[in-house]
């Protein structure tokens, strides 16, 4: 039995528009259709798609904040949406552009709160607290006021706060919005030591491809409230046909640089954009171009998940 499982599930919003004077239309509108999936415990899962493609909705069905319209759903065995308070205990929830801890309150005090709602033995707090303080960097701000944290170390406190009572899966949903490289770089290592050493579940949707490559071998895509993928992330770039750019800054203006495996697609001046299948490895690309060209700088642009589906779509 998967961890978490997903059956045919549906969920509709009812959309009142008012027509005129006192009268009103009522319009069915579809979030999630036909859904279903399993995830194994142990897994991390990137659940990516476009904006209103219904991740967040699902995310929201799966801790029992939403009801589904029809469908089944059971997460660690339990109900969601039946039995909310004993399914609590064993998840932890990140909304990336929310907060779960006390805006006027110092980030200790949060913690401690924490300790109360969820009754965590005070030494198994206490442990918890002191790992996650040293692996997110948090020990300097413990006393500063959650309504004085920068973005970046209210997600770190956020993290934290979700993973204290030790749950067995963490649904993070947009975990790294408006983060900068260094605390994006930090809270992977964080996520990919939390999943090896504790065995914790992570269902991961973001925005960010480079959130899925560095932490997720799974991907589920989902538009239109539907699964339209789910599978490999090579596979998914190998289905969507996308690919991967190498911009070389190159010392003096030169023709279009020729090396196997890559295509120059634009040449502005110095600067020339070579495009490359995404499941191919950079290493020989960038040897092929230093070898035989005088190059400045160089750098590699992702392939966007918008795009991504994109191609889905139009190859079929």
Known sequence: MALIEVEQLERTFAVRKRT????RTTTVVPAVHDLTFGIEAGEMVGYIGPNGAGKSTTIKMLTGILVPTAGRVRVAGLDPSRQRTELAMRIGVVFGQRTTLWWDLPLRDSFALLQKLYRVDPDRHRR??????????LGDLLDTPVRQLSLGQRMRGDITAALLHDPEILYLDEPTIGLDVVSKGRLRDFLRTLNTERGT???????????IEALCRRVIVIDHGTAVFDGALTDLHLRGGSTRTLVVDLVDEAPPIQVDGAETRRVEGPRQWLSFPADASAAPIVAAVAA?????????????????????????
Do not use: C, F, K, W
């Not at 005129?20 to 009268?23: D, I, P, S």
């Open 201 to 211: 579940t992570l269902l991961l949707t973001t925005h960010d491809l480079q959130d």
């Open 128 to 137: 918890n607290l002191e790992e996650y303080v040293e692996l997110l960097d």
């Open 292 to 316: 035989s060209y005088s190059v400045a700088d160089l750098s590699i642009q992702e392939p966007d998940i918008e795009d991504v589906i994109r191609q889905i779509y139009a190859g079929s």
């Open 20 to 23: 005129g004077g006192r009268r």
